[in-house]
Each structure stands twice: as C-alpha cells, then as structure tokens.
C-alpha cells in the first residue's frame, strides 16, 4: 500500500497526546471535616515514556519495497538489500521489506549499519526455526515490524539453540540488539519454546497489533525500556509476562503503558520493571505462581514453603496462604508447569530448559512489580496472584484506576512509602491488604479484606522470615506512619485492622474497620500516637487489646466496651440525645469494643450506642471518653504500646 499523509498526519496527533513523562459498608448521617495533605508522601520519577510518530505510523510505500517470499524451502526476493540461503534470509541495507508466505526451517537476519532504519512489514509470514531465533536483529539503529491489517503472522523457535560466538546471547524468538518498535492492527503469535518470546536489548515500543505469546520463559523483553500504547495481548509465560532489566541507571529499566487490553497469565511476576513501572490506561486480567488459590502465605504468617509445587494443580496449597520470597527456605528447584487461567484460553507451554537465567529460579509471583516505583493512575485491573499483587521495593503511588485484586500474600506493598489519591482499590483477598513504611491515603475508595492486618505500616523489606516487615512490634519505629486525610476506607481484617508501627494520624475521609474477633489484635493498633483531627471513624474489633486515640487529638473520639458479644451483621447505630443518627455500621463479624469520631460529637452531649439487643449510652467528658479495660488499657493517650 501507499503511504498517505492523512495517516502520517494522524501518527503525529496520536504520538502528540501519548507523550507523557510519568512520573457493605458504614454510613455517616451527618457532614464530616475532610482535608487532603499538600505534599505526597511518594513522588513520580522522570521518565522519558514518549512514543515518536514513527512508532505510530504504519504506512510504507509499496512500489520502493522489497518484497520478500518463502516457499518450497527457499525464500524469493524482489529487489535489493536482502540475500536469501535456502530459508534464511540476510536484510543488510536500511529500507522497507514486506514478508510473507511459509518457512519450516527458515530465519530473518537484520545486519545491516548501526546507523540504519528497517521497516519489516509482516503480511502473512509464518516461519520456524529449528535451531535459532526465527527473527535475528544483529546490527541496526532501529527495526519496526509492521503488521499488516487483517494478516495472521506466525514465528516459532524449538526448545533448543546452536549457537556460535556471534549470537551467543541470543535467547528470544523474536531477538534485537537494537531498538524495536511493533505496530499495525494484525496478528503476531510467538511460540517461544526455548526461553524469551520478544526481546529488545534497547527499547521496545508496543503501539498497536493483536499479540499473543507462550514462551518458556519471559514473554516480552526490553532491556531499556517497554512503552506500550495500544495492542490486544494474550501472554501465557513460564516465568515472567513484560519485563525491562536495565540496573546501570535510573531513567532506564522502566515499562510504561498508556493502553492496550492484556491477558497475561505468568508463573513469576507479570509486569517486572528494575526501575519505573506506570501504568497510565489499559485494561488488565493478570494471574501469577496459579493465583490466590495457591496462597504463598499461610494464614499464621509464616511461609508456605510448598506453594511453588502447587502450581500446576492450580492452587490450593495444604496450609493456607504462604509467601514465596521465603529468603531461600522455599522449595526452590525447577519450576512446574503453570495451569490454565479460567477463561483466558491460554495454557502455558513448558520445556525442559535447565538455564540458570534469573527468571527461571525467581519464586516471585507478583502482579506489578517495580525497583523503584510503582504508579497507577489510570486503567481497570483484575489481579489474581499467588505473591503481592503490587509491589515496589521503593514507592508506590496511585492517583486514578480500578484495581480489583486476590492475593496469596500482600494486596499491595511498598518498603518505602505507599500513597493513594484517587481511583478504586478494592482488595478482596490477602494476607495484608496494603502495606508500607508510610502510608498516606488522600482520598480514593478503598475496599480490603485480610486474614492478617488491613493496613499496616512498618519499616523493613518484605521478606518470608521472622524479621519480615509487619512483624509484631512492641516499640514505636521511626519514619513508620500511617496518614488518612480523605477517600473512603472498608476494612474487614482477622488480624489488625488499622496497624502502624509508628504514628497515626487522621484528618479527614471516611473510615469503617471490622475488626479481629481475637482479643490478640485491635481494630486499631499503633505503637506511637494516634491523632485525629478530622474526618469519620467506626472501628469494631474484639475486646482484649483494643485501642483508641490520643488526648492530644482535636476531634473528640470514644473508645467503648459493651457488655458483651455482639453478633455479626446486626447493625450498630450512635445516636445523639434527640435521637438523630450519628454513624452507622453493620459489621460482619462479632465483636464487643467500638472506636468511633466524628465531627459531629460534642463535648456534654450523651450519645446512645445501640447493637442487636444491646443499648448503652456515653457521655463525652474530654476530648478521648472511654471505659475499656482491655490490655492496651485502652489506651488513648498518646503514649508507648500498653503491653
């Protein structure tokens, strides 16, 4: 086809707004203060996540290209700057080349100059390669592939390479040592079953094209960087789905997606970035290590070391939910066969590669995975995952999306600060719904259910040991604090509902916690203070080590024990002296003690607490009214973890 200026025209608007550089609940029947901090605790890193008009555009001129056709063995071509031996064909000169028709033992080499731009156009190619990469890009600037609208383009490897010193890393069916960009609205399928399904040892840019990849290994690779703006992708990997490696500095090593629709079922980890992982639109249906049926954390917080070999019977292992970055102690080995995800369609294809690559030892099974960063702020996610379901080993910061997710370990974790703005977070199963060393929510709708605590914030590395980050604490640590200034916040928790192992402190949004139905935990637990100045609380837990806020507080709270067990789900309503609701909460567990404030509470005004049959009243005599007894003494005074 002819290239044509309206689509040139149409390539540079497209590429103009893709540029970016990233970086059963409570009622309250009255107004509640909300305020949101000024500064976030976590900040977007600089990246350069522009896609050129050339990513974009996917017009060439037909009459000047070379076309080039495999049949019978051989290859024929029509034109210069390609050479062809049998089925395998040369590309050594900058130009356009239109591909089509079948090799059963073929190959495409790109060697041309360093300084030379290739444009491979896929019209109905379908190639095998028996004993290499079926596309080989060993020297060039940059190489685009074009799938051609409505052709169905085919390239498979064997499960074993012969390689020579020339080609010695080579480990992708589709492999380039330069930067490579994929676009146009066909088909690609790459069956990878010796270890990587598309890599680029540069960047690799994704900006249209229906793409499905089942590979021994990872299935999408770029070393510097993955910018992906559009594309249909159905990934089934043995390791990981999407991934960029680069350590040597900072403004590499990262994936950026602006949009695209992706099914990716991995046995690891399906977005891994060393650096930067944003995610800005998109749709997205993710399971990794089997899902959250093959918990990776057991229910009492110690690692459940045979999560890995319950992989292949998609789940369920014997002891609940379990961790997999167990610091060694998992059950290491080669790693089994993944199942089909339910209504994927994919099924994962698994060879007898023994490498020692570290994706193929990793027993990280995560969703979203940064170094770095992790930023969400656009796109609807649907997680199912064996390990964390997002996961930074720096920051995490969420300023838009839905994320809906089921966790064998942690909703979402951060080592360093985790910030939520805006957009939905619902967490519907996990060991620890959300947790970081800071945690600030601004505002956003936020659903968690957990066996452990719903939100906890605690310094240290998420690990599988004793030392892991969320272990008990006894003593306030520094730099640990959890922050709520606005949103909505549902937390139904077996263990802590509210947790920081520092300070608390809330200023404005909403919040309801139906809490642990021991009395080994707290609805709210903190080892510093606990300040609010602001917003709605209703806290519901067991009665034994319950805990309210301090006297240096602004917004008057109360921390109450009625006189005995309520049942679950019968609501509970705070009404004033004439009778008007105050809040309202139905709780799906038992439970026996009551945190609540409110800015409607007032200092003399006796309120009526009533729940199931029971009905008991409080008077507000300070700015903290409780009569808890429990072994944190019911402690609202701001001071150390009564014990």
Same mark, same amino acid.
């Given at each position: ?65 070379? %076309? ?16 062809? &031996? ?11 080349? /239109? ?17 030379? &731009? ?11 390669? @028996? ?13 685009? /592939?074009?799938? &051609? ?14 390689? $020579?010193?020339?080609?010695?890393? =080579? ?9 490579? =960009? ?24 994704? =900006? ?29 990997a043995g390791t990981n789905g999407i991934k960029s490696t680069n350590t040597e500095t900072s403004d590499k090593?990262? /994936? ?33 290590? %089997? $899902? ?23 789940? %369920? ?63 609807e996610f649907k997680i199912d995952s064996a390990d964390d379901s997002v996961h930074s080993n720096g920051n ?9 997710? @089921?966790?064998?370990?942690? !909703? ?30 601004? !505002? ?52 802590? %509902? ?16 139906? $809490? ?13 203070? @606990? ?10 837990? @067991? ?26 789900? &019968? ?39 009533t729940a199931g049959s029971q009905s008991e009243t409080v008077t507000i005599d300070g700015i903290v009214t ?12 701001? $001071?150390?973890?009564?014990?």
């Amino acid at each position: 086809m002819k290239i044509s200026d309206t689509k040139k025209l149409a390539a540079i608007t497209a590429a103009f707004f893709i540029t970016v550089t990233a970086f059963s609940g409570c009622s309250e029947s009255a107004n509640s203060s909300q305020t949101t901090s000024s500064v976030s605790q976590a900040e977007k890193s600089d990246i350069d996540a522009s896609i050129a008009a050339e990513d974009i555009d996917v017009g060439y001129d037909e009459e000047s290209s070379v %076309g080039i056709t495999f049949a019978d063995g051989s290859a024929a071509i029509d034109g210069e700057g390609a050479t062809s &031996e049998g089925e395998t064909v040369t590309i050594s000169q900058a130009g356009t080349y /239109i591909l089509s028709g079948t090799a059963t033992n073929g190959r495409i080499i790109v060697s041309a100059d360093k300084t030379a &731009e290739i444009k491979l156009i896929f019209n109905g190619v379908d190639i095998t390669c @028996a004993d290499n990469a079926p596309l080989l890009v060993s020297k060039a600037k940059k190489v685009y /592939i074009v799938l &051609e609208d409505g052709t169905e383009n085919v390239l498979t490897d064997s499960a074993s390479y012969s390689l $020579g010193e020339d080609d010695s890393n =080579t480990d992708g069916a589709i492999f380039s040592k330069a930067d490579l =960009t994929i676009n146009g609205s066909g088909t690609l399928t790459v069956n990878a079953n010796y270890k990587h399904g598309i890599v680029s040892k540069d960047d690799l840019v994704i =900006t249209d094209g229906n793409i499905n990849v089942t590979s021994a290994s990872t299935a999408m690779e770029g070393k510097d960087s993955v910018k992906i703006s559009g594309g249909t992708f159905n990934i089934s990997a043995g390791t990981n789905g999407i991934k960029s490696t680069n350590t040597e500095t900072s403004d590499k090593g990262f /994936i950026s997606v602006t949009g695209g629709s992706f099914t990716v079922v991995a046995n690891n980890d399906a977005f891994e970035a060393e650096t930067v992982l944003s995610m800005e639109g998109g749709s997205f249906d993710i399971t990794t290590g %089997g $899902g959250s049926a093959n918990a990776s954390m057991k229910s009492d917080g110690t690692p459940n070391r045979n999560w890995q070999s319950n992989m292949s019977n998609g789940g %369920g292992g014997p002891n609940g939910m379990g961790r997999p970055d167990d610091n060694g102690n998992g059950t290491g080995g080669d790693l089994p066969a993944m199942p089909t995800a339910d209504n994927t369609g994919l099924t994962i294809k698994t060879t007898a590669n023994t490498t020692t690559d570290s994706d193929s030892t990793s027993t990280s099974a995560k969703a979203l995975k940064a170094g770095n960063e992790v930023n969400i702020s656009g796109g609807e996610f649907k997680i199912d995952s064996a390990d964390d379901s997002v996961h930074s080993n720096g920051n995490i910061v969420i300023t838009g999306g839905n994320i809906s997710v @089921a966790s064998g370990d942690n !909703g979402m974790h951060a080592d360093g600060n985790l910030t939520i703005s805006d957009g939905t977070v619902d967490i519907t199963k996990s060991y620890e719904g959300i947790e970081g060393a800071i945690v600030t929510i601004d !505002g956003g709708t936020i659903s968690v259910v957990a066996s452990d605590d719903g939100i906890n914030c605690a310094g240290g590395s998420d690990t599988g040991s004793t030392d892991r980050m969320g272990a008990d604490q006894f003593s306030s640590q520094d730099g640990v604090e959890l922050n709520i200034n606005g949103g909505t916040v549902t937390i139904d928790a077996e263990g802590d %509902g509210l947790d920081s192992n520092g300070n608390f402190t809330m200023a404005g949004g909403t919040v309801c916690v139906c $809490g642990p139905t021991n009395g080994g935990n707290g609805a709210l637990d903190y080892n510093g203070t @606990a300040t609010v100045t602001g917003g709605t609380l209703i806290a519901c837990g @067991a009665v034994g080590m319950e805990e309210g806020f301090g006297d240096s507080s602004t917004q008057y709270s109360v921390l109450h024990d009625l006189g005995s067990t309520v049942s679950a789900n &019968e609501k509970l309503t705070i009404t004033d002296s004439e009778g008007k609701e105050i809040l309202s909460f139905t709780p799906k567990k038992t439970w026996q003690s009551v945190v609540f404030t409110s800015a409607d509470l007032k200092e003399g005004e006796t309120y009526t607490i009533t729940a199931g049959s029971q009905s008991e009243t409080v008077t507000i005599d300070g700015i903290v009214t409780s009569n808890s007894k429990g072994m944190s003494f019911g402690r609202g005074h701001g $001071g150390g973890r009564g014990f």
